[in-house]
């Protein structure tokens, strides 16, 4: 039997043929793009918020430096701030001379959160420090209020209502208001109320604990804070809106013992100063017709009276309550600083407004509601005609009046480390490098210089007015230039 002949195919190789595909060689792995569904997106505007703030923050700092350098320092407030600060920066207790002679300035009001300033002063240390602070933490405080809004609202809305509140008069005018401690006071707040519109309870009770740093009646705005998130979560979360109310009572607690205990403590007389503000008894009819007019400015402009339906208003009691409960007219209108805390509250509680009438079957509300935020940021703009940030459209601001350097050359021949008694024109730029008392308030200490500012004349006869101030010492006159008396005490 033959046989079979071996089947070529068995042993030779593999023939490719038109079916058969090549395999690729192994290549080395390239760096791996994500495509844009892998990427993390961020929702359209997302930058509004941190542009117009950088807007703000060259504006408001424009209107604080160009009132610092044009001599026109309004109250005696930067200095006071300047001096503890100083005292901050160099590590020592926070005494300011100008509340009186060895004054600790804890004995006056409770805000320890100004030594965050220290170590920025420590490199440049000049009252524009302080002001340049103040405006960045203003600005600062519009993202969360835009950010806020444009989540409830949309992102035309919501950045219309952060230029309203970046452009309100009460920011306007803290902004005016040299320096304050209230600068540390609205970013916290913004950033509360905005963890709070997010329903971020715990991060709303962390960013209102530290106001009672700030301040010591800030301390009832923590609880009202508190108070609020406590009715917002308490069916969602009950253990949440117990540590809410631990937080309202903490806030009242606060204020209570640095009132009580505290201030008094750092005081000189050993009491709470401000307790004269009440003297006159509380009372809302005293100024009534003031009163109305702040809360008119405070609601309509800003909100259109709808912040009214939203239950974060109740944030702004307690400032409106001491400061129309105190017998100080200072407290009760618009002027000042007093109402920049009170801004962001109508701001948010719009916006929370806004979005609670989003579906309300009443068609003119709707109407009302949908056009309210354009409206508030074009009242803003319209008003600022007549506040503060209009000098930015004035020539005359960028420029330095030729008064200005003969007085601070004047100044200027004030030694470094001298003892000066002084009114509000000279303290801001003094206090950097001397040690400077409040005009009068010396008492048994004699200062080696005494500069004044006279530019409007009341001071009349100099050299009685200085004999008052000293009986039983001399004083030679340094030098008079533009209103501003520099006298020197001779030996």
């Known amino acids: ?31 791996v793009t994500l495509s844009p569904r892998g990427r993390r997106l961020r929702p359209p505007g997302w930058r509004d918020p941190y542009l117009l703030t950088a807007v703000l923050f060259a504006g408001y700092t424009q209107i604080s430096v160009t009132r610092y350098q ?40 409770f805000s320890p959160v100004t030594a965050l300033l220290a170590p920025a002063y420590r490199l440049f240390p000049t009252p524009i420090t302080l002001l340049v602070a103040q405006a960045a933490l203003f600005a600062l405080s519009a ?15 919501g950045l219309a209502l952060g230029i309203a509140y970046g452009l309100s008069w ?3 005018r803290a902004v005016d208001f040299d320096f304050h401690e209230i600068c540390f006071a609205v970013p916290l707040i913004t950033f509360s109320l905005e963890a709070l ?20 009646d800030l301390g009832l705005t923590v609880a009202a804070l508190g108070l609020v998130v406590a009715a917002r979560c308490r069916q969602d979360s009950p253990r ?19 009132i009580v205990l505290v201030i008094p403590a750092f005081n000189t007389n050993s009491g709470y100063d401000y307790w004269t503000k009440v003297d006159g008894g509380f009372s809302l009819r005293a100024g009534a017709a003031v009163k109305l007019r702040t809360l008119v400015w405070l609601l309509l402009p800003t909100s259109g009276f709808l912040a009214l339906r939203s239950p974060l208003l109740v944030v702004a009691l307690p400032t409106l309550g001491w400061r129309f409960l105190s017998s100080d007219d200072h407290y ?32 003119w509300l709707r109407s009302y509601a949908n056009h309210l935020p354009a409206a508030a940021a074009t009242a803003a703009l319209a008003l600022t005609t007549s506040l503060p940030l209009s000098v930015l459209t004035d020539p005359a601001a960028y420029r330095t009046p030729a008064y200005v350097a003969p007085t601070e050359k004047l100044l200027a021949d004030i030694p470094d480390g001298a003892s000066v008694e ?28 005494i500069a004044l500012d006279n530019t409007d004349g009341w001071l009349r006869d100099i050299p009685a007015y200085i004999r008052g101030l000293h009986p039983h010492t001399r004083y030679t006159l340094l030098g008079i230039d533009k209103g501003y008396v520099v006298l020197k005490r001779s030996t």
């Open 1 to 31: 039997m033959p046989k079979p002949l071996p089947d070529p195919t068995l042993d030779a190789p593999a023939q490719p043929t038109a079916t058969t595909r090549s395999v690729p060689e192994p290549r080395i792995p390239g760096p």
């Open 70 to 109: 044009h001599l026109a320092t309004r109250s005696w407030d930067l200095g006071i701030f300047e001096q503890a600060v100083r005292a901050y920066a160099h590590l020592q207790a926070p005494v300011v001379d100008l509340k009186g002679p060895g004054a600790n300035v804890l004995g006056d009001h």
């Open 143 to 157: 993202v969360p209020v835009t950010r806020a809004a444009a989540r409830l609202l949309g992102r035309r809305r």
């Open 170 to 172: 009460g920011v306007q």
């Open 197 to 216: 519109l997010n329903r971020r309870w715990r991060a709303a009770l962390l960013w209102a604990l530290p106001l009672v740093l700030v301040k010591e």
């Open 240 to 258: 949440t809106a117990l540590c809410a109310l631990a937080v309202a009572v903490v806030g009242i607690a606060a204020t209570l013992i640095t």
């Open 332 to 363: 009760w209108g618009t002027d000042w600083h007093y109402s920049a805390v009170l801004m962001p509250v109508v701001i948010l509680a719009l916006a929370d407004a806004l979005a609670r009438v989003h579906n309300t079957p009443r068609l």
């Open 422 to 449: 002084a009114n509000v024109g000279p303290i801001s730029r003094l206090t950097s490098r001397c040690r400077v008392f409040w005009v009068g308030s010396t008492h048994e200490i004699t200062p080696d210089y």
